[in-house]
């Protein structure tokens, strides 16, 4: 962001196998475009285009998507997370933002490597790493606990 008047500009990149993660994205896109002054792109990082890699290193923030398979994230993000090396090379996504989503088959179905492997992806390039913030289900928020 260069000035206060400048959009925030937030990029989703992601790899969707079956529809289930492009589902996930375009909720990820829709809550993000309803905060005011913000620009939001929906990339899809197997076919990503010499454009798009602009976007992306135009933007503020980037979340990463992918489905997790056999612990996970797809082949075609690896895929994509290795192409970003150039960028690497340059810091060009040095100080953004980063978050991350996943979705598997199965209850437990290992999405922790996925969301592990976006964040490992994150620090590589010197990115920031935004967790939701919230405790696990059926733990009770701390003012329930206080006296």
């Known amino acids: 962001m260069t000035a206060l008047t400048d959009p925030v500009r937030i990029s989703i990149a992601c790899h969707g196998g079956r529809g289930h993660t492009a589902r ?3 909720a990820v896109r829709a809550g993000a475009s309803r905060v005011p002054h913000t620009e939001v792109a929906s990339i899809q990082v197997d076919r990503i285009t010499g454009q798009e890699w602009h976007r992306l290193d135009d ?3 980037i ?3 992918a489905p997790t ?3 996970t994230a797809s082949s075609a993000f690896h895929a994509f997370a290795e192409a970003s090396a150039r960028r690497w090379l340059t810091r060009r996504w040095q100080d953004k933002l980063a978050a991350g989503f996943t979705n598997s088959g199965s209850m437990a179905g290992d999405k ?3 969301l592990g492997f976006f964040a490992t992806l994150a ?4 990115m920031l790493w935004a967790s939701l913030g ?3 289900g059926g733990i009770p928020p701390p003012e329930a606990n206080s006296t």
Do not use: K, S
């Open 69 to 71: 398979y056999m612990g």
């Open 134 to 136: 919230l405790p696990p």
């Open 59 to 61: 933007a503020d923030a």
């Open 112 to 114: 922790a490597g996925t």
């Open 123 to 126: 620090a590589q390039h010197g």
């Open 63 to 65: 979340i990463f998507g």
């Open 24 to 26: 996930l994205a375009e």
